[in-house]
């Protein structure tokens, strides 16, 4: 039995040596990823380019011909014929103001004259049936006197009712609302059957061309602001819709918005009267340092890009933290963080870490 043990404990340990003899600690990677394979990725070179310096202010489209129809008479609204954001011509029936008792006052008037009418031409008649009569003898110069003088008064009195019907035909007119000029109806605030009067705003037209944007920039940029200054209409997103230049710059501050009114004329067919855009005011332009967006990523709230950096003669990705400007087409400018002639690292982001080897392809 102590044999056995004897025997068990000495193959044991010859076992626990060979082991350890052919046991060898695995190689390490050496630093920077030594024995790592370089991953090919795509660069592109920092160059400079024009960086507009600018400030966005909240603008709204307005049209530099405008009109709020209001009616000259009372009345109800018997006609409504167009509707909001409809195109009309200049004279184009819009609204109907109940005309019936305006029409019956022109009736009268019509009967009225057409009365005097035939007063005048029959004392016209007389008139000269009397000279003729006195020039033979046959009449006194009395006669011929009150027959002149019935013309006379019949002549103004059918030039009275004539003047009179012309002024209630015109404003009979008056019921008719029209569009002043081509345009578009804005809102329409009153509805059929309402009664109206000189007071009650019925709808605007406006020319939907030579647009104005109204921008009103604070008066601490009132030194910097002058005619011929860029301005970037933008959309909601951010996107350009147009690119112009302030053409009148207001000599007096608003008092309740306390800023200084400038405009610039838009020609854009995607705005509107009364649409509110964004209007970004360039200050300045210089050249600036620019990557593609698609070489930025972001982690915790900072956005960082790969740069491909020259590590005696091969090249590893070195994660640099940057500070962005506005976005100019598919790039950003940069303000912080990179400089002009470094390969930034635009494919393959998503796979890399600090000091991983890269095979730069362009």
């Known amino acids: 039995m102590e044999s056995r043990l004897r025997l068990a404990i000495s193959i044991l340990s010859i076992a626990t040596f060979v082991t350890g003899c052919s046991s060898k600690p695995a190689p390490q990677a ?28 909240v603008s709204t489209i307005k049209s530099r011909r405008s009109a709020t129809i209001m009616p ?6 018997v006609k409504i014929i167009v509707h909001s954001g409809d195109h ?24 009225t004259e057409q009365q005097k009418l035939a007063v005048y031409e029959y004392n016209q008649v007389e008139v000269e049936r009397q000279r003729k009569l006195f020039a033979s003898g046959v009449t006194s110069r009395d006669t011929l006197d009150q027959a002149e003088q019935a013309y006379k008064n019949s002549k103004a009195d059918y030039e009275s009712a ?25 809102d329409i605030p009153v509805h059929l059957g309402d009664y109206v009067s000189s007071s009650t705003l019925l709808t605007t037209v406006d020319e939907n061309k030579d647009l104005e944007a109204y921008i009103y920039i604070p008066t601490e940029r009132a030194s910097q602001v002058h005619a011929g200054l860029p301005v970037d209409i933008l959309d909601n997103s951010g996107k350009q819709i147009e690119r112009t230049t302030i053409n009148f710059v207001s000599p007096q501050v608003d008092d309740q918005l306390q800023g200084i009114l400038a405009k610039a004329q838009v020609h854009s067919p995607l705005l509107r009267t009364e649409q509110l855009v964004k209007a970004k005011v360039i200050w300045t332009t210089a050249p600036a ?74």
């Open 162 to 186: 004539a003047a009179s019907r012309q002024t209630q035909e015109s404003e009979l007119a008056y019921y008719s609302i029209r569009a002043p000029f081509d345009g578009i109806v804005g």
């Open 289 to 362: 340092p620019t990557v593609p967006v698609l070489a930025v990523t972001r982690l915790g709230g900072q956005t960082f890009v790969y740069v491909a950096q020259d590590d005696n003669g091969k090249y590893v990705a070195k994660q640099r933290a940057v500070t962005l400007g506005d976005t100019i087409g598919n790039n950003y400018a940069v303000e912080a963080g990179l400089n002009n002639g470094e390969k930034v690292i635009v494919s393959g982001t998503q796979f890399l870490v600090d000091g991983a080897p890269v095979k730069p392809l362009g």
């Open 30 to 57: 050496g630093p920077g990823g030594a024995g790592m394979q370089a991953l090919p990725v795509q660069t592109v070179t920092v160059e400079p380019q024009p960086v507009a310096r600018g400030d966005e202010y």
């Open 72 to 77: 000259q008479v009372s009345g109800n609204l």
């Open 88 to 111: 009309v011509k200049a004279g184009q029936l819009m609204m109907l103001i109940d005309p019936l008792k305006q029409q019956a006052t022109v009736d009268t008037q019509k009967a």
